[in-house]
């Protein structure tokens, strides 16, 4: 059996989705910015696009930028809002600790050129305190930047309720909505975000394509210099292929989100129950305030990548905040963020379903996990001291 | 996967010498939990020749195969020629591992090591204690939680 379980990582074309890109790029192949018919048709197209995308964000089309991917559109929002900020002298940026490395180095970066970077903690749920933002959020603060759903863990943030917070104080809020849109209602004013970025290949459009959503009169730098495509905010000829099918694909995911949602969450609970009965395991983050495709485990005395490579032997894809898995020497920051030990965070295990994903494959995921878990702490000289009480159990 | 080669696949998938031996002549074990790499050699010594040896390995995949190739490479072997054993030729032995795995071999040699010492030590037989270099990964018991 093949169960691909990694589409946080990234997901299936959606067959709609390859048809518009495929169709597109025989149609529209003429250049939206030359003046004659065939790049103005192709021009006419990207506006039914940025319309189209607009649409199911609840957006302004002059708000919506296309980009090559969830990481631009992290980093130019960022950038923006920051260098804007300290024209002003404010050089203080609010953010979390779980956010995504296209968040996080960007902030680090920044923190490098003098400004001051507050990332807020998470509780063992996996989700930030509206509280603490308020206490950090102050007249220096240039950027609150706010994830709306981990990739890891899957926990859904109170983006709504910061995005008020900055709101009634004039604070530009960014939230990286890469994990959640296309899979739990976004709408960019229910969530009082100045920017939001989200990244086409989350959804069943192909990779390389991805938007940011500028609220009004919120300050935009551009990354790219060049032409004057995106009304001179990021240059380059449009990926028009990919943006049509792009906008295909968001359209089709947003119509079917509410039976998306009730089937794939239905699928999730059914497995992390299974999982939860292997011993000295444990469930990271909240078990329903999280995306309804995400499953994360931490398995005490084994370690991720091993895991992960016999599972894929298996036939099952999936994914692990193992330090192996990523060539550090550390696990993942949101395991450690949640508070799972170094020893535990290795054996972490990521299974993202989709609206694929099948009951049989739960079964045999729910049979195969167990068995390959067992198979490894037989062979680990963790497992033999925990159960020899040499060692202390954490989980 | 393509990360690895099929050597160090087939050592992960068919380990050899997998498990303990009760009463081993020399156990060592180096690494932490913490790195995410354990590896753990027993030995059984017979006049000086390895007669057999078995491991226990909590790790990546390469640790696992670098401990099963280790092995391999010291069963039936003298303490002398044991002692020889490098990452290197671990590694090699592997057809090569990526080069943020390299440590992985590292511990398997130092696994061994552990091990002979253990037995030097047990039995009270002397040794050139410049065959058994600090551990590298002595830095990770300084590693905040």
Redesign the interface.
Known sequence: MFVYADNAATTRVRPAAMKAYLETAESYFGNPSSLHSAGQRAKEELTRCREGIAACLGANPGEIYFTSGGSESDNQAILSAAYSGAKKGKKKIVSTAIEHHAVLHTLKKLGKEGFEIVLLPVGTDGIVKTADAEKEIDENTCLVSVMLANNEIGTIQPVAEIGALCRAKKIPFHTDAVQAVGHLPVNVNDLNCDYLALSGHKFGAPRGVGALYVRRGAPLLNLIEGGAQEKGKRAGTENLPAIAAMTVALGEAVRELPAYMEKVSALRDELIANLSKIPHCALNGDPKKRLCGNVSFCFE??????LL??L??EGICASSG????S?S?D?SHVLLAIGR???VA?GSLRLTLSADTTEEEIAYMSEKIPQVVAYLR???????DLKEGKRQYIL | ?SLYSEKV?DH??H?RN???IENADGVG?VGN????????IYLKIDGGIISDVK??????????ASSSMATELIKGKPLSEALTLTNKAVAEALDGLPA??MHCSVLAEEAIKAAILDYYTKNNIPYDESLFRETSCAH?ED?P?
Request: charged share 25%.
């Open positions: 005395g084994i370690e991720g990548e091993s490579l016999l894929d032997e193992s330090a192996c898995t060539g020497l696990p030990v170094h020893d290795h037989g062979m680990s000289p963790v497992w033999r | 996967m696949m992960f998938k380990p997998v498990g303990v074990e939990a913490k790195c995410g790499d354990i590896m753990k491991f226990e390995t909590f790790g990546c995949g390469s640790a696992i943020y795995k990770c590693k939680e």
